[in-house]
């Protein structure tokens, strides 16, 4: 048995570098290690104990720290939510600023609402506030928003003690991309749109500049020159459409109606304002005038070059372009280069240096082919067989057409998303018990207007606001129910509200903005309304009429690419959130007779 264990003893001998002499050696060994082993394990686990507490305590810091903050915006949104309602349901004979919409972030306010989504935070605000003015937190700025026809009116008739330099300044700046140094020269005109500066102006005449734009676009948009131009614009475009390959046998089907209006009445707008040169010298100008386009609402945003090297690639070639057909117009123009009119010229193009708008006036005419037929025999019976294919057919005519001017208006209720922009900038004032302090930026939101469910007529919901109605704005005789006001509104309507009279034919329907003023404000309104609307209406009329007479046009693309982009929310005219892909061909015969 010795001798077993001795010989076991030798063959484990080496376990560990130690020697054994017995089986008891041997198990005290195994044991002590055994115990070892167990402290180490303890050991183990209890660091991994304390690492566990250690994270479960920072978990708890970290969630113990968002309830805290969610607590905190809960509590900010609770407190603005008081006052504002405190704000809205003053009935003290006091006046008092409008409430601020209530928010949830301290300091932001409500700049990230406004910055993702400005369209469904207006129409929410708008709703809140039941179309009562209130006030926008976007940062560390107030901004005012007056909605509500009553209350639009009433700033429109004041409008001429504010300016919209604000404005300019910002567009000027990230639209345009225009130096500090260019900017402070428009910062520092105070001198207003009136030919006399107010007291307290000390702007020099020469810097006026706000007073001469406005002079400036004036004598172009309202002035002798305007029939001229819209003579050019209507050559132009009909020029362009004559060349385009369609025939009068088979379709052409082509993949975007808004490139189509963008290439053809685009350029020919850029030539009639700008001349040939412009185009000769780029001829991708309006394309790239396009381009830029999309690319406004990034620029808006202040996004610096390495975020969206696009946009400023984009303004930088149409810088470059323009800058070069200065460089040659100077070069080569003469006072010989004026035409007999005193205003055209091949190198400046006019003395004066809209096509969304148009793009969807032709387009819901041409979506509907009842009103289509309705528009050719409105023209038909208006002109002379073969007016509408010379050079320049008489536009005065056109804005006697009510069905016509129904589809321009509606157009314009629908499919113009826009801010008028006010700034008091000499000194307070008030609209009913609501007080808009001195140096207050002040918006209008044309959405919200023209989106008034209260306000215009839906012939008892068969034609909703959402949608586009040609017969809106006409008034038929024999239907008491028509009109664009609703018949609620109509019958609060006040006298001087009304007295816009109807334009149509004597026997018909006659096409009525009559009580629209604070409701249909595509143009703004006051004496800062945009005051181009006369050579926007002529043009808009007159490209539609071109369209109806001269093409069928049909339509492929559904309901839901016809929606309008929400990113252009705020910037005018809308652009479609997709491509509208079309058919085309020419017709047979333009008017009746025609050969």
């Known amino acids: 048995m010795a001798s077993n264990i001795s010989d076991w003893s030798h063959v484990i001998s080496g376990i560990d570098g130690r020697k054994f002499s017995s089986l008891e050696t041997i198990l005290q060994y195994f044991n002590q290690q055994q115990d070892a082993i167990a402290i180490t394990s303890l050991e183990t686990i209890t660091h991994l104990k304390l690492q566990d507490a250690t994270v479960i305590q920072q978990i708890r810091a970290a969630y113990m720290a968002a309830i805290a903050i969610a607590f905190s915006f809960l509590l900010n949104y609770v407190f603005t939510r008081l006052s504002f309602e405190r704000g809205r349901r003053s009935n003290d004979a006091a006046l008092a600023t409008p409430p601020t919409i209530p928010y949830w972030l301290p300091f932001l306010g409500s700049s990230l609402d406004f910055g993702f989504n400005a369209l469904a935070f207006i129409r929410s605000s708008t709703k809140l506030s039941r179309n009562s003015p209130f006030c926008v937190s976007l940062l560390n700025q107030k901004i005012f928003f007056v909605q509500g026809a009553e209350n639009i009116a009433a700033l429109w008739k004041k409008s001429s003690t504010m300016t919209g330099t604000l404005l300019h300044l910002f567009c000027l700046k990230y639209i345009f991309g225009m130096p500090s140094e260019a900017l402070e020269m428009y910062a520092k005109d ?57 025939s009068d046998q088979e379709w052409l089907e082509l993949p975007d109606f808004m490139a189509f209006f963008n290439e053809n009445f685009g350029s020919a707008l850029i030539e009639s304002i700008c001349g040939p040169s412009l185009t000769r010298l780029s001829p991708d100008f309006a394309k790239d005038l396009s381009t830029y386009d999309t690319k406004i ?91 509408i294919h010379r050079a320049a057919f008489d536009a005065y005519t056109l ?23 006010r700034y008091t900038d000499r000194a307070a004032f008030s609209i009913k018990n609501w007080l808009f302090p001195k140096k207050s930026i002040i918006l ?76 249909w404000l595509p143009y703004g309104g006051g004496a800062r309304a945009c005051i181009g609307q006369t050579f926007s209406k002529r043009v808009m009329l007159a490209a539609c009429a071109i369209m109806a007479m001269e093409f069928d046009v049909e339509i492929l693309a559904g309901e839901k690419a016809l929606e309008m982009d929400p990113k252009f929310y705020g910037l005018g005219g809308q652009r479609p959130v997709g491509k509208v892909p079309f058919k085309i061909r020419r017709r047979v015969t333009g008017f009746p007779g025609r050969p």
Request: a neutral charge; aromatic letters at 10%.
């Open 297 to 387: 609402p990034g620029l808006l945003k202040g996004l610096p070059r390495w975020l969206i090297p696009d946009a400023y690639d984009a303004r930088d070639k149409l810088l470059a372009s323009i800058k070069q057909w200065h460089a040659f117009a100077r070069a080569h123009f003469e006072e010989a280069s004026i035409s007999a009119d005193g205003d055209a010229d091949p190198y400046w193009g006019s003395l004066f240096i809209r096509e969304r708008q148009t793009m969807w006036a032709a387009l819901e005419t041409f979506k509907d082919p009842a009103v289509l037929e309705r528009v050719r025999t409105e023209l038909s019976g208006a002109f002379d067989p073969n007016a």
């Open 399 to 421: 804005q006697t057409l009510p069905l016509l001017q129904s589809i321009y208006a509606e157009t314009l209720r629908l499919r113009v998303r826009a801010y008028a922009a």
């Open 444 to 519: 209008v939101s044309t959405t919200e207007a023209h989106m008034d469910e209260s306000f215009w007529n839906t012939k008892g919901g068969m034609h909703p606001i959402t949608e586009f109605w040609a017969d809106r704005f006409l008034i038929y005789e024999d239907d008491p129910t028509s009109g664009p006001q609703s018949k609620a509104q109509l019958s609060q309507a006040q006298p001087n509200d009304l007295k816009e009279a109807a334009a149509g034919p004597a026997k018909g329907p006659k096409f009525s903005l009559a009580g629209t003023n604070g409701s």
């Open 190 to 246: 105070n001198s207003g749109l009136a030919a006399q500066p107010p007291p307290g102006s000390s702007v020099a005449p020469n810097n006026r500049v706000d007073y001469r734009t406005h002079v400036g676009m004036l004598k172009f948009t309202k002035g002798a020159g305007l029939s001229n131009f819209c003579d050019r614009l209507v050559t132009g475009f009909r020029r362009r459409l004559a060349a385009l390959p369609v």
